[in-house]
């Protein structure tokens, strides 16, 4: 098999993005939202900290999306048919999908909960 260059591997990983961007809804439903959160992040003019923290959330939920993509579709290929093992692994992927969602919540919480009050104090206070 010829040797892949890097344009051929940055190729392939693009395009696996832009399938499950077209194939999965909740993929599609956190690409939203990260545009929410990078707009808020903008507005409220938080600080580098805080965008590294962001970023790191957003890394990792949309990672974590195109894990569970691969994981259900490979177990798909293999197990089409209903499998312990199969169950097993698709409730897995989900469920790391699950927590990286609640972690980046939890990170979402905590830094716009202050920039959010203040905001909200000097508009109706
Ligand atoms: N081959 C299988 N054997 C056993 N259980 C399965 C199998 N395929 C799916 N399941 C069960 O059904 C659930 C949903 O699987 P499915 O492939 O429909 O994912 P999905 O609902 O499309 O997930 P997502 O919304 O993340 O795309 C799995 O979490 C698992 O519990």
Redesign the pocket.
Known sequence: MKKRTWRDVFYSATEGVIATFRT???FRVHVLATFFIVAAAWFFRVSVLDWMMLTLAIGMVLGAELM??AV?AA??LV??????F??KA??AA?GA?LIASITAAAIGLIVFWHPVLHWLTTLFG
Do not use: F, G, I, Y
Request: glycine share 0%; charged share 40%.
């Open positions: 999965e809804r909740n569970n993509t259900e177990v798909d197990s089409p048919d209903w499998h312990p199969a169950k698709k409730d989900a999908v």
